[in-house]
């Protein structure tokens, strides 16, 4: 069964880090760009970032740049994003995507991992 | 920045009915839109991409049109399990991916 699963999210104080990441299974991972992308409280959908599959290639949203970082392991078959500077805006779920047959069709999706920015 | 703007925000259906959600670029994304269904406490999952194609799985009630800045996603005869809400997407400004506020449809 393809999946993938988030984990890493928590409450947070303003200007702190966390690190999320995303196992992948049942597909092969290192074949697949792959993406993150969140939605705050009762809103919709916000891409973050994304990385091709060789992490050649490494995308951010605008206001994501310079706080948060995008990485993956191959090997772990694994997604991560290193995020800093964490303010309340960033209080969301968190979700890991996969590519589809073009980049940027999210075809699966994880069930999400919830991040609080509060002091 | 691409904006997608959906609408209506909330659409009232009977079950057994049919739906039409519209979705707008603010400029060209040519055929390059996807279409996603959310429902509360769930991720989002992918029903159509390139604007008409349909994601494996997905029942042959959901389809899409359009091309350039107009789309719409028909549900014809709707099901129980449709009530969700939709969100557009473009993907023709890689990598900036933007998502519609959304849909909302609901029992009427």
């Known amino acids: 069964e393809v999946q993938l699963v988030e984990s890493g999210g928590g409450l947070v104080k303003p200007g702190g880090s966390l690190r999320l990441s995303c196992a992948a299974s049942g597909f092969t991972f290192s074949s697949y760009s792959m993406n993150w992308v969140r939605q705050a409280p009762g809103k919709g959908l916000e891409w973050v970032s994304s990385?091709?599959?060789?992490?050649?290639?490494?995308y951010y949203a605008d206001s994501m740049k310079g706080r948060f970082t995008i990485s993956r392991d191959n090997a772990k078959n694994s997604l991560y994003l290193q995020m800093n500077s964490l303010r309340a805006e960033d209080t969301a779920v968190y979700y890991c995507?996969?590519?589809?047959?073009?980049?940027?069709?999210?075809?699966?999706w994880g069930q999400g991992t919830k991040v609080t920015v509060s002091s | 920045e691409i904006v997608m703007t959906q609408s209506p925000a909330t659409l009232s259906v009977s079950p057994g009915e049919g739906a039409t959600l519209s979705c707008r670029a603010s400029q060209s994304v040519s055929s390059n839109l996807a279409w996603y269904q959310q429902k509360p406490g769930q991720a989002p999952r992918l029903l159509i991409y390139g604007a008409s194609t349909r994601a494996t799985g997905i029942p042959a009630r959901f389809s899409g049109s359009g091309s350039g800045t107009e789309f719409i996603l028909t549900i014809s005869s709707l099901q129980s399990e449709d009530f969700a809400v939709y969100y557009c997407q473009q993907y023709n400004n890689w990598p900036l991916y933007t998502f519609g506020q959304g849909t909302k449809l609901e029992i009427k």
């Open positions: 995507a996969r590519d589809g047959v073009l980049f940027g069709i999210f075809e699966i």
């Open positions: 990385i091709s599959s060789t992490s050649s290639y490494i």
